[in-house]
């Protein structure tokens, strides 16, 4: 099974920007869709965006405009760029293969800090 790696966060003003990265361990060209998701303390994790193999995207309404999802099938890397970040995107964020429901097998995440 892949193994995923996120890294990339940190902490910036509102109004910045932040490129996250999400590396697999293996063939990332074998898996159709690749996604991100994010959860802030408190709240439950959500859906921010996704990107399959053809390079078809889709974005949570809350970030559409603002944020970027790519992928690099020969560098098994999948890269989220995010600008005009705000204070409500502070989040940990993690990206995983597919959307479906019962995926347990979540990294690490890396962690977003957005200050006012």
């Known amino acids: 099974q892949v193994q995923l790696v996120e890294s990339g966060g940190g902490v910036v003003q509102a109004g910045g920007s932040l490129r996250l990265s999400c590396a697999a361990s293996?063939?990332?060209?074998?898996?159709?869709?690749m996604s991100w998701y994010r959860q802030a303390p408190g709240t439950q994790r959500e859906l921010v965006a996704i990107?399959?193999?053809?390079?078809?995207?889709d974005y949570a309404d809350a970030v559409k405009g603002r944020f970027t999802i790519s992928r690099d099938n020969a560098k098994d890397t999948v890269h989220l760029q995010m600008n005009s970040l705000k204070p409500e995107d502070t989040a940990v964020y993690y990206c995983?293969?597919?959307?479906?429901?019962?995926?347990?097998?979540w990294g690490q995440g890396t962690q977003v800090t957005v200050s006012s």
């Open positions: 995983r293969p597919g959307t479906g429901l019962g995926y347990v097998n």
């Open positions: 293996s063939n990332l060209f074998s898996i159709n869709t």
């Open positions: 990107i399959t193999r053809g390079g078809s995207t």
